[in-house]
């Protein structure tokens, strides 16, 4: 009788000491993720704004400059237009990748034409080469445009390399029963009608994610916007946050705040369709 | 063991699946060439019009607005093949004849740019053959139409059937269009740079010239180049494996631990590494590079510790460096794994697991048996991606340790990725020809080891077994 509460009693506590360990990870993952945020976080509201001025992780004293700065003191770094250059990129190339994202993939998905199969091989193929293979060759092709120097050259390479990525949005259109296709053309309508009526209702999450990676991208890249820009009025913040030294840090802080919001509010509300996968259909057949 | 047969025995069928695949060749051309033969032999006076000028058929079967589509489509090649085209063609081969010479005003070729208008010829050339023949096959369709005595289409019906039956060809064409000039133009253009001098004292004005496989040789022997390259291709391939091994394990591990039932509040966990994922990557890199500067936080405990400042990411830095460089690149990771295991986890048959339990399996022995094998089956292609990803991780060291160089490499520093040696190459230093023959050396290597771990994975070779 004894005995086997004492088992019992053993294998309770075994289950408690289980349960402590865990929620000591989880709170030392948790705490690893969130301290650097919270360093940012601190480090945009010190008064002064240099690195070297700070108690280790914190600012001696805390106040709004550094924020004021970035909207008000201009002359050297002009935050505020740096801003609204990256909003127009991101959201022009956003509108214009999505469409042809979706488009393409729609069509490699739903049609079966003689050159698919070719297309689809090769675009596996180029995604293997280095990403920025390419970029002297894309710099040279923009001189020749004359789109150096222009948001317009940037959108256009956004825009124009965006289609490369269609394969989770095909994904997503195979799940769609082509019954529903069927349905549609026998009651006469065409191939456009179908795509516009009916699958891209239906497409909804997808074209959130497809359109929340095509923002994201010029949004934070780096790479691009270096090369292809000249005059700082026309930088992207990312590029522009890279130019501010250690004296500057706060106001790299709150610079950087100021960009990773917009994105965290974006990733959090759509956090669903991401851990649901992509591939769950809207349609159960 | 058991791999390395699998590879050699894939290595022993290759000659022979490669002649099956010769062999094939005559009968599949046949094949294609079956409507061009029946075109040729059937077709009448007003297909063979069409053949010498473009939309002549047509318009002999008064089908006015498309016929002269086709013939301004005649007119404005040859007119841009008169003008430039032939010309960029040809300069393709030369890569320029005559140097420019500002001193007596002489404006040359300029060599880099008749390459790229050089490879726009062949596409624009490619695209003119495809015309043509849409055109001949066009009026063959309409000669066959009129010959069973049914009405050819009218031009308002075949602008329709663009939305309609070939809504792909509509809807592909801006893709399309756009892939070629910004990604398939640029990669076909290094290709080629590959195997030219340019770069170093080789820019324009100077003239630049095919060189065969020199900058092959150069790589791999030349004393300049080859020790660094064997250097940062044995990090490269530590890094890769390592850190996409650290990442795979750990994001697994993570949701894993908020599976767990014991776990309350897992969106309140799980939003730490969310929040983590979202931060745009520079801007984690760069205040990472602040958390480790000398006048950084860290080194301000370490000299409140009564230590020396450290430079973690300074000149001499080469394992500290490498190691917080892995620690950030798991901070960036984690997550997106955590996330992807997640959803996977969610799928997994829960049947199982309970006929484990009843058969007495531990839950150490559940996991290797079960969910690992499940979890590696669901992911395989993700981790190929993940490891070419990491194989090609530029922006870690770019922004922890960017533009600095270290004694015993040439123009790379002890941190530095194949990418980032590529980048300093090429975009800072002007080695465009070795910067390129870098890039295929990195292309060759990453598909071979995609290839050989896809048709040694378990979603290859036991397509069925979880499903």
Not at chain 2, 71 to 77: D, S
Not at chain 2, 254 to 268: D, F, Q, W
Request: with cysteine.
């Amino acid at each position: 009788m004894n005995k086997a509460k004492a088992k019992v009693v053993k294998a309770k506590s075994k289950k408690v000491f289980n349960v402590v360990i865990t929620y000591c990870i989880l709170s030392i993952v948790a705490f690893i993720f969130f301290f650097p945020c919270l360093w940012l976080i601190l480090a945009s509201f010190s008064k002064s704004g240099s690195i070297y001025s700070f108690d280790g992780f914190f600012p001696t004293e805390y106040g709004f400059d550094a924020f004021k700065a970035l909207f008000t003191d201009t002359v050297m770094y002009n935050y505020k237009r740096w801003f609204f250059n990256t909003l127009f990129i991101a959201v022009m190339s956003c509108i214009l990748g999505t469409l042809l994202t979706i488009l393409t993939a729609y069509c490699m998905s739903r049609f079966r034409f003689k050159s698919r199969k070719a297309m689809m091989k090769a675009t596996l193929l180029l995604g293997m080469f280095p990403s920025f293979m390419g970029t002297i060759a894309v710099y040279l092709i923009m001189t020749q445009f004359n789109l150096i120097n222009q948001h317009w050259g940037l959108i256009l390479i956004y825009s124009a390399q965006a289609p490369m990525g269609y394969m989770v949005q095909k994904g997503f259109f195979d799940t769609i029963p082509y019954s529903i296709d069927e349905a549609a053309r026998i009651d006469g309508a065409s191939n456009f009608t179908v795509f516009v009526k009916f699958i891209l209702p239906l497409s909804k999450p997808m074209l959130v994610y497809t359109a929340l990676t095509s923002f994201t991208w010029p949004w934070s890249d780096f790479i691009l916007p270096k090369m292809l820009l000249i005059d700082k009025d026309l930088y992207t913040v990312a590029v522009g946050l890279m130019s501010l030294g250690e004296t500057e840090f706060a106001r790299f802080a709150a610079g950087s705040i100021f960009i990773a919001i917009p994105i965290i509010l974006l990733y959090f509300c759509l956090v669903k369709y991401m851990i649901n996968g992509m591939a769950a259909g809207a349609v159960k057949e | 063991m058991k791999a390395l047969d699998t590879i050699t025995a894939k290595f022993k069928n290759l000659p022979s699946a490669v002649a099956k695949k010769f062999r094939a060749i005559p009968s599949e051309l046949a094949g294609k060439f079956a409507g061009a033969k029946e075109i040729l032999t059937q077709g009448n006076g007003k297909v063979t019009a069409s053949m010498l000028v473009m939309g002549l058929g047509q318009l002999i079967y008064r089908q006015w607005i498309k016929g002269f589509m086709y013939l301004f489509v005649q007119a404005a090649f040859i007119v841009y093949f008169v003008l430039t085209g032939a010309g960029d063609l040809f300069g393709l081969f030369t890569l320029g004849t005559r140097e420019g010479n500002a001193w007596y005003g002489v404006e040359g070729d300029n060599s880099v740019v008749m390459l790229i208008t050089g490879i726009l010829s062949v596409f624009i050339i490619f695209l003119y053959i495809m015309l043509y023949i849409s055109n001949v096959k066009d009026a063959y369709r309409t000669q066959c139409a009129v010959d069973t005595l049914k009405e050819p289409l009218s031009f308002k019906k075949e602008v329709g059937a663009l939305l309609d039956k070939s809504f792909h060809k509509t809807a592909l064409a801006l893709p399309v269009i756009g892939v070629c000039v910004f990604s398939i133009l640029p990669i076909v253009f290094m290709i080629l740079i590959a195997f030219t001098n340019y770069g170093g004292d080789v820019v324009p004005p100077a003239l630049v010239d095919w060189v065969g496989f020199k900058n092959f040789g150069k790589i791999l022997s030349l004393g300049q180049f080859a020790p660094t390259f064997f250097k940062i291709f044995g990090w490269n391939m530590l890094w890769a494996v390592l850190s996409t091994a650290l990442n795979y394990f750990a994001g697994l591990g993570l949701a894993l631990l908020l599976n767990k039932k014991c776990v309350k509040g897992k969106a309140i966990w799980r939003a730490f590494p969310i929040l983590a994922y979202a931060i745009p990557g520079f801007i984690t890199l760069l205040g990472f590079k602040f958390m480790f500067s000398y006048g950084g936080p860290i080194n301000y405990y370490i000299q409140q510790g009564g230590g020396e400042v450290v430079g973690f990411l300074g000149l001499d830095a080469k394992w500290t460096a490498r190691f917080l460089g892995l620690g950030v690149n798991a901070w960036i990771s984690i997550p997106s794994t955590m996330l992807l295991a997640t959803g996977i986890l969610s799928n997994v048959n829960t049947d199982l697991y309970e006929a484990a339990r009843v058969d007495g399996a531990s839950s150490w022995k559940q996991f290797i048996k079960i969910t690992l094998p499940y979890v590696l089956f669901a992911t395989t292609p993700v981790l190929i991606s993940q490891f070419i990803g990491n194989f090609n991780n530029f922006g870690i060291f770019y922004f922890l340790r960017g533009g600095l160089y270290v004694d015993g490499y040439f123009l790379a520093s002890d941190t530095d990725l194949l990418i980032n040696w590529l980048y300093n190459m090429s975009i800072d230093n002007n080695y465009y020809s070795i910067g390129a023959a870098i890039s295929l050396v990195i292309f060759a290597i990453t598909s071979v080891i995609s290839l050989t771990v896809y048709v040694l994975s378990p979603s290859y070779k036991q397509e069925e077994t979880f499903r």
